[in-house]
């Protein structure tokens, strides 16, 4: 089983939808979470950090569980510059950051 | 966060020969990591860099075919020894920024995207 899997996508929405991209992790020890956004040919960027109670930042929300080892990522009104693959990293066995696979969304006018 | 920068951005080498990626921070930091990107894939970890000492190494990667350096803590390069085509990818170096116990940030250099014919 692969430490942090990811919704396969790709994800096909209008700009203005709402989209959310789901997340689970292996390692129940795990601390850390993050979704990580990466443009095409592009170094993967921080997004957001994952928090227990949850996040918002703007358009964008932020969810962990931590019980079904789950985190999750909401885009609402979905802009046509949020194209991109989406990683969703947590920390490993070794404290060391695991990526997921990503999730590939493109928003079309 | 932090200013990452990594020499030479692409490269196409030949089978056989080596390639040494370098990567610069613009502040101080204790942990650098190294990842591969393969097309299409995520992010997976070489090894971690920590000044004054050996590098640790990821199953699957080995000092032989991967030397790195780490003389300073703004610096860093990886070596990809006796290269095959497999070895074509985007390598990134990444630092750890900000760390209170297990919780940190990472960011990544723009890559090198090298190619082996």
């Known amino acids: 089983r692969k430490e942090v899997e990811q919704d396969p996508g790709p994800f096909n929405v209008p700009e203005g939808a709402t989209v959310a991209f789901n997340c689970t992790y292996s390692?129940?020890?795990?601390?850390?979470f993050f979704w990580y956004r990466q443009d095409c040919r592009k170094e993967p960027k921080l997004l957001m950090s994952?928090?227990?109670s949850g996040n918002e930042d703007g358009r964008f929300t932020a969810q962990l569980n931590r019980a079904s080892q789950y985190i999750s990522l909401l885009i609402r009104d979905s802009k046509l510059s949020d194209s991109a693959t989406y990683l969703c990293?947590?920390?490993?066995?070794?404290?060391?950051?695991?990526f997921g696979a990503g999730t590939r969304l493109t928003v079309k006018p | 966060s932090a200013v990452i920068s990594q020499k030479p951005s692409r490269d196409i080498c030949q089978r056989g020969t080596s390639l040494t990626i370098q990567c610069q921070v613009d502040?101080?930091?204790?942990?650098m990591f190294w990842y591969r990107q393969q097309p299409g894939q995520s992010l997976t970890l070489i090894a971690t860099?920590?000044?004054?000492?050996?590098?640790?190494?990821e199953s699957g990667f080995v000092i032989d075919k991967f030397p790195i350096s780490r003389p300073n803590l703004t610096f860093s390069t990886l070596t990809v020894s006796n290269m095959s085509p497999e070895d074509s990818s985007i390598y990134l170096c990444?630092?750890?920024?900000?760390?209170?116990?297990?919780?940190?940030?990472?960011?990544f250099g723009p890559g090198t995207r090298l190619t082996v014919t």
């Open positions: 860099a920590n000044q004054g000492s050996e590098a640790t190494y």
């Open positions: 502040s101080q930091v204790t942990m």
């Open positions: 994952v928090y227990s």
């Open positions: 990293v947590v920390n490993g066995r070794g404290g060391d950051m695991r």
């Open positions: 990444s630092v750890e920024v900000g760390r209170t116990g297990d919780t940190y940030e990472q960011y």
């Open positions: 390692n129940s020890a795990s601390q850390s």
